[in-house]
Each structure stands twice: as C-alpha cells, then as structure tokens.
C-alpha cells in the first residue's frame, strides 16, 4: 500500500511495496517496530530522503518527547485539536490513538478530535487547548491578552512556548499529510479504545 | 532588544543583551552575521535551547536551501503568500525582503505581502501560489484534483512534496512568530527597496 | 448521570437517576433497551414531555429508518458528516457507532467524522455528501446546479428531498444537542470497532 | 404553480395544479385555509407523503403553538432571525409575515429579516436572540456560558430548551427549503405591512 | 427622531428636532420634500456639514440616477444585494423600496434583501450580481476571469466599472450606516407594498 | 501603461498614453504632479469622467485633508488598516506610502500592511483600529458597546463619524481598485523608505 497519494521517485521506493531506504533508516525503522509494534506511514513518506526524514523525526522527538513541562498527554491532547480544527485525517487518527493510550480514556481522544469544548477539562487544559486553537484558526489575531491568559491559568513563558511550537508543528504536519494524502496505519484505529 | 514577548528563562539570554549562547550557536550566529549581515531574530528566539535551535535550522535550510526543482525565489514566494494569508510580521518581513533580493524586483516583493493574486505570474507559478494559499485557509478541502491541477501546471509530485513542505514549514513559522510576538530584524525593513 | 447541562424540571426527571417518564415512554424505552442494548441519552433528554418525544422520533424513524432509495448507511454517512462540519459530540458518537456498524468497516466511521473529503468513495455517494455539507455549511448559496449535480450523479427528485431531509435533522439535532450539552451514552465509543 | 424546485412523484402530485392528496392531508388543508387564509406552501411540499407531513405538523406545532414561556412572537423572532442568517427566502418570507402580524409592528418584522442586532429590544430578548444566532453560526462552540449568559437574563433550563429546538428547528427548515427551492405562498409579501 | 446614534455637535443640530442646516442644504431638503414625498435619514445625517453632504449627495446623484448602461432598477438591486451582504437596516429598508418602485414588483425588492441567489432573473442580472456579492465578501479574490465573466454576460468594461462604483459604494454607505447606527425613514417600510 | 485593467472608452483615453482628459482635469493634474510628484492613478482612472472625478476628490479631499480631529496620520493608518483587510494592493501601496511618510517610520507602514494588531500603538490608536477592521470585516455586528469602547478612549461623537466615514470610503475604494485591478504608481514602492 502506498502510503501517499505521491509518487516520490525511483530513488525513494518508500511508498512502494520494494522500499529501498537508507541503511540508517532502516535501523530506525526496525527500531519503530520494536518499540510502537509499527512504522508510522509518516516516516515512510518522509524516507525517500534521509536529510528530510531526519529533520522531521529531530524536531517531532524533541517537541512531543522531549523535556517540557507539558506532559506528553497535553502535547497530544494539543496536537489532536489542532488536527480538529484542520481535518487532518492521518493525524487526528495517530494521535487521537495517542491521547487514548497516554491517558487511558478512550472518550478523551474522541472528544479531542470532535469538539474538545465539550470535555470535562481542568481550567489550566482549557486554557492551552483554546490557546492552540485560536492560534491555528486565527494567528493574526493573537495578541499579548491571550499569552495573559495563559500565565493567569498557570503556565510559564517557556510553557508558551512549548504550547506555540506543539501547535506550529501540527499546522505544519497536518499540511502535508492533506496536501499528500497521506494515509494513517490502519492498526491506529482500533488502538487503545 | 527583546526578540520576542516571552522571557525564555535564565539560562537562555536570548533574548536580552547579555546573550549566552552555547559555542556551536555562538559560531552559528557569527557564520549568519558574516553571511547575511545579521543574525535573523528566529535564530535568536531559539537559541535558549541547542536541540531546538538546531532542529528548527536543519529543516528549514533544507527547505529553502536545499536541492529541490523550485527555485529558491519560488519557495520565498510561497512563504510570503503564506504568511500573508496567516498575517505574520515576522515572516512576511524577512521573507518579504528574501523575495525582493532574490528577484531583484522590489515590487514583486509587495505584491506577494500585499494581494499575490494581482501580481503579473506565470500559469505555473500561480497554480503553485493558489495551491499554497489553499492548502493553507481550507486544508480539510484539498482533493486530488488540487494535486491534479500542479500536475497539469508542470509540477512532478516531488515538486508537490516541497510546495507542501514549504506550505507547512511556514504555517509552523507563523504561528510560533504570532505566539511569541516575534519581532524582524529593524535591517529587513529597508533592504533591496 | 444527566444526559443534558440543563435541568427541565421536576416533572420530568429525565435527566436524573429516578426517571419518572410516562408509561408509553417506559414502554418504548423497553423496546429501545431490548432492540439496542441502550436507551439512546437523546431519547431520555426529551423524555419530559411526551409530545416532543413523540415528534422527535416519529421524524427520525421515518427518516433514518423509513423507506427511501437512500441505504441506511448512506443516511447514517449523511448524519455524521453534516455533524462533523458542526463537531457535534453527541451525533459524532452515536451516528459515527451507526456508520462502523451498518458498514462493518470502523475506518469509514471514523472517516466521515475526521474528513469525508479522504474517504474513498463511489462518485455518487461523494456527490450527496459535497451537498449534504454544502447545505450545512452556506445553505444560501444552493442553487440549482447543486441540485442538477446530484442528478447528473444518478439521484431522483425524490432522493434529493431525502438527502436534505437527512442533512436538514442533523443541522437541528446537532443544535439541539450543542445547546443542551447533550451527551452520549458511554456504550457508542467501543461499539464496532 | 409547483411550489419546489422538486418533482416529487407520480403520486403526490403536490407541487403540481391537480393536487391528489389524502383525505387526511386534505381535510387539514381545508382547516388551513379556513384559519390562516392559505395552505402553507411548505406542507403542500410534505404532502406527498402523509408521514413526513404529519411528522413536519406535529413538531411544528408543538414547537411554534404549543406550551411555552415563550411568547409566540418570541418564537417566530427566533425563527426569523435564524432564517436570516441562512437567507432562507421561504421562511423570512412567511415567519416575517408572523411577526409582523403577531407584533402589530412591521418594522420588527424587517428589523428580524435584514438585522436584529439593531432593533430596540429588551435585554432578555436580545440575549436570546444572540444566543439563537450563535447556535446557528457557531453551534460547536456554545459552552456553559453561553446557557448561565440566557440563565442570568432570566431564562429557565426549559426556556433554553424550547430556544435550543425553535432555533434547530428553523436550521432544518431552512435547508430543506434552500436544497428544494420552495417558494412561499404570494400572499405573505403584502400580509400586515 | 434623531437619525443616528451620534450625536454631531452644536454646530449641526442635524439629528435633533431644532434643525438648523444651512440654506442651501435647506434648499435641497425643500426639494427632497417635493420630489420624495420626505427628506432621507441619510442626508439628514451628513447635514451637520455642508461640505460632507455635497460631497456625499454629488456621488450619490452621478452613481445611481447619472448616465448608464444600468438601468436605475439595477444599480438599485446591487445596492440591496451589497447591503443584503453587510445586512444593513437602513440601506436595505431605503433601497429595498427603491427595488420595489422602480420594477413595480414587490417580490422581487423581498428577493434581494433575503437572497438573490434565489430570484428568477436573466443570466446576465445574475452574472452582475454574482460580481456585485463577490466583491462585497471577499474583494482580494476578484481576479481576470470574474471581469471576464461579465464581458461575456454582455457588459462593457464602462458597465462593469458602473458595476464596481455602485457595488463599492454601498460598501462605505452600509459601514457609514452601522457604525453611526443610522435609521430610515419609517414611510419607506410600507412603500410599493 | 494602463492603471486599470478596463478599457474605458475611446472618449476617456485616461488609461492609455494619449491622455486626452478635459481642461479641467488636466489643470488639476499638474497641481498633483507639482505637490506630489505624480498623478495617482486613481485619478487617472477616474478621468474618463469629469463628473466622476470630481465627486470623488471632492470626497477624499474632504476626508482625507479637511478638518478632523483626526490626525493625517492616523486617517491613512485607517486607510491602511482597512486596506489590509480587503488585501487591495493599491491602496496598501499608496497609502502605505503616506503612513511612512506622515510618521517618518518606515515600519508603521509596513505593521499597518501587514498586522496592526502587532503595532506597538497607544491605547486609543488601537481602538480606533479596532473599530475600523471590525466595521471592515463585520459591519453587522456592530453595536452600541462598540462605538462606547471609542468614547472611552476618548473620541468624540464627530471623532467616530470621521473614522466611520475613512474606514466606508476606502471598502468603496478597495472594491473599486479590485474590480478594476487598478494599479499603483511605481514610485510609490519606494518612497519614504
């Protein structure tokens, strides 16, 4: 199964049945599938070249598994609303997986990809996700009372940060994935619920 | 100066006078200083933190740097014309400024800040443009005949990958600058007028 | 549990643990629990004044479960994809179940609820959710070549009729359920996946 | 004169001259125009099917003529100024019509079709009237206080019941009638001016 | 009365009983009077200054009753169908009559304050006012093909300037109206009923 | 070259290099060409036209130069800032020019280009921003609370019928420049640079 709607070239083959990717990215793969029981289809759209792939997979572990003061279960709860908002379908379907297995609820990651508002959230939680989501759906618009209204609910401006970049990162992703057609591992569906 | 309204914590200075930076960075920033003139804010916003700075430099060299079939102005076109849609001071200065200095044409520079639809563009350049500001405003709605129309316009779907690439790498940027109230560098404003 | 934020009064108490409905109500909640294994949280929040239940599901069983040439899972499709343009918790949940049931493919459930647009879908049933959430979304702007499109997709009259019908019951019960923070029964988010 | 776009059927033959309704249907036609002067164009469009008919009446009039602490003029400003913001010709045409006629001022009438924000109204009438439109502009992010903003001008949790399905009520409506082009009755235009 | 919610000075007296305009502007009200049946709101407003009424009355005057292709019936139904966009009371009310008067048909005045999309008009009408709700919603859109669809409606490019002035011109009259909160003349509700 | 991509008549030549405008207008483009350096091609394109030009000056100059107690400057930061919104590239290049001329700040021009909202404006400079994008992007819902944010900050009833009237005249004057796709004078671009 090609894991795009692209054909990115006889040097890649990483969306074809006979991938041929770099050695190094092999060993990452096979590290992939030791750890997560799978290779998420967006590493192999990214294989088709080791400098691109690797500028991806640098800034996504640093940013989602990194050192921060967001745990990993906000990250992902940021990175789902943000793909709501934006229809992702890869993303919302890897990371909606996410957010169930980090937190162990199934109804929190469907309430992330439908409508985060109606969930039962700590004040704190509201505040970063409508945060996200103000910034995802109106950058221009962000001004010095909404970055207020995050130190009011208890976040440093280093937390901000962190906030900004989670959600840069999935409006970033989110798209390629829709410019791609990229297509989640069908084994994410039934993860966790 | 500031570069951006966050304090980034004690041990980064980035954005004060007195900037400590680890070596690698310091070396960094005088490569950008004796290449470019300056040493563009971003850099500075990130330098609280190695690895950031780091990931952040490493993808978007390779994006707007990199080998790719779009010339360098095409992809400082496409991250103006974005940038315009998401209203990014930050970008569409230090883009903008990118544009006119790769064009040689100041003009060029304003219509791709101001209204890239009434610039004067190759079929192939504006089917590239639309996509972008598409991809950008209504992700959820791109279709294969979006990626039929690149296609019809002369672009392979490895130049499709980079538009989208450089689409997001800017939908990214954007939203950290907003987020963070990042602020150009003053030079920006007056070059290759 | 309460089905709903709201609180309709001490005659009903639909919304807490001591329902006190009426007999035909108990009686048709019976045949809910016996055929469905639940009582739809829907049901139970109209349950406090018999004539509104009775108009509520006299309309949706006529129209979801009545004769038309639509399919139930193509009313069932229309349903959550005129609920996913509004992020309807309550429907997303329920309808989404009915889709991953009716179909037997959980990936189509949550397909309609994430982005339609990505499906891979037969030309026709494309056609009747590009109106059914045309409607949705800029129910002023339809005019007469939407309607064309649909029958040059192979639909009657008739069917048109039945696809606004369906999209026109959810834009109310999605609205209904939005307003009274209407929530779904737990037993949806496992079913069929 | 047909009275949708729509061809709905041999059997019907509602939307054309020789009308063969049931018996039922024309016995209620017959009480229409005794009371109302006209037979509403919108139940000779439902009258091809008696179910849908009586399942349309039955929640309409519940909804519009039944028990409420809702004023029926309330009602129909809430219909009116729901059907203007999805420009339904149909229903501005013949709600329009009612609250002129219910208010004895013509004026409101207009002031609910072009824009309610500028009529002179209480402040609890506003507030439910803000809230309709909210709900119908933005259903996914009405939240709690949206409900204790209706609640604080004086609404109970029925009110805001009987304003949640009036108010989804007319977003069903509206579509149905904007996916079928009904067209109202000739005779609302000059009523009560 | 006084015809905005402004109150204009000392000097102007223009919104209170005790009026006291110039002479000319006394003159031309006089005249107004006579040929109107009643002097609009609208200049009433601007009378607080001589300048600015002469100004805004030259405009008016050459734009909608000055030489043209249009016919006054059109410029009237572009003004209602701008002012539809901008959901402007006073426009909508004074060029709502004006719409009705000069086709002596009260529906049609009815079509383009509730939706225009849905009146039965030539192709060409059709086409201008397509041009007219397009440039009022999203002006940065407008490019080569939108002027292009209008030659091959039947326009000139003198006509689609015609166009362009009026459709611009409700555009600041719709905002000069809202922002002051100007009202119109009560006797226009019930004018050519 | 053509200002407008129009061709307005064999009478007008206004847009081609044999300008045969009247005596009138040609006086009056020698006083432009002396104080400014150049005819804007606004006139230019108006000069088909005696009687259309001179309404229009009359407006602008009345607007623009006549008494206020706005400042200059902060009329063309309106002009500007409105401008932004309907992305209209002539207008943000001509008046553009004039906010770095007025200030002496290059970059004030290019915030009110690109985001006033990040502009490190005074409280009621930012208000009055405020007011004119939102009167800009949604005149309909403007309400009393709106115009009583201006007097708090400070302005006048007269004060808000001038910003009311700057913001009006140039969303005429954007659709106008869109629809013709009016283009700027070159020596615009690097004015005041």
């Given at each position: 199964m090609?894991?795009?709607?692209?054909?990115?070239g006889?040097?890649?083959?990483a969306?074809?049945?006979?991938?041929?990717?770099?050695?190094?990215?092999?060993r990452?793969?096979e590290?992939?599938?030791?750890k997560?029981g799978?290779?998420?289809?967006v590493?192999?759209?990214?294989a088709?070249?080791?400098?691109?792939?690797?500028?991806?997979?640098?800034?996504?572990?640093?940013?989602?598994?990194g050192a921060?003061?967001?745990?990993?279960l906000?990250?992902?709860?940021i990175?789902?609303?943000v793909s709501s908002?934006?229809?992702?379908?890869?993303?919302?379907?890897?990371?909606?997986?996410a957010?169930?297995?980090?937190?162990?609820?199934?109804?929190?990651?469907?309430?992330?990809?439908?409508?985060y508002?109606?969930?039962d959230?700590?004040?704190?939680?509201?505040?970063?996700?409508d945060?996200?989501v103000?910034?995802?759906e109106?950058?221009?618009?962000?001004?010095?009372a909404?970055?207020?209204?995050?130190?009011d609910?208890?976040?440093?401006?280093?937390?901000?940060?962190?906030?900004?970049?989670?959600?840069?990162?999935?409006?970033?992703?989110?798209?390629?994935?829709?410019?791609?057609?990229?297509?989640?591992?069908?084994?994410?569906?039934s993860?966790a619920?």
């Amino acid at each position: 199964m090609r894991v795009t709607a692209l054909d990115l070239g006889t040097d890649g083959g990483a969306n074809g049945g006979a991938c041929e990717v770099s050695e190094a990215t092999a060993r990452y793969f096979e590290k992939c599938q030791e750890k997560l029981g799978l290779v998420p289809n967006v590493l192999k759209a990214y294989a088709f070249d080791d400098v691109k792939l690797r500028a991806f997979t640098d800034m996504y572990n640093d940013l989602m598994l990194g050192a921060s003061r967001l745990s990993k279960l906000e990250r992902e709860m940021i990175a789902v609303a943000v793909s709501s908002v934006n229809r992702c379908f890869y993303c919302l379907t890897a990371h909606g997986a996410a957010v169930r297995q980090y937190s162990g609820d199934p109804k929190l990651g469907e309430l992330m990809v439908m409508n985060y508002r109606v969930a039962d959230l700590s004040e704190k939680q509201r505040a970063m996700l409508d945060f996200a989501v103000k910034l995802t759906e109106r950058p221009a618009e962000i001004v010095e009372a909404d970055r207020q209204r995050l130190r009011d609910a208890g976040f440093s401006d280093r937390d901000i940060w962190d906030i900004a970049s989670v959600t840069g990162f999935f409006n970033m992703s989110n798209r390629v994935a829709a410019a791609t057609d990229m297509k989640p591992n069908e084994e994410y569906h039934s993860m966790a619920r």
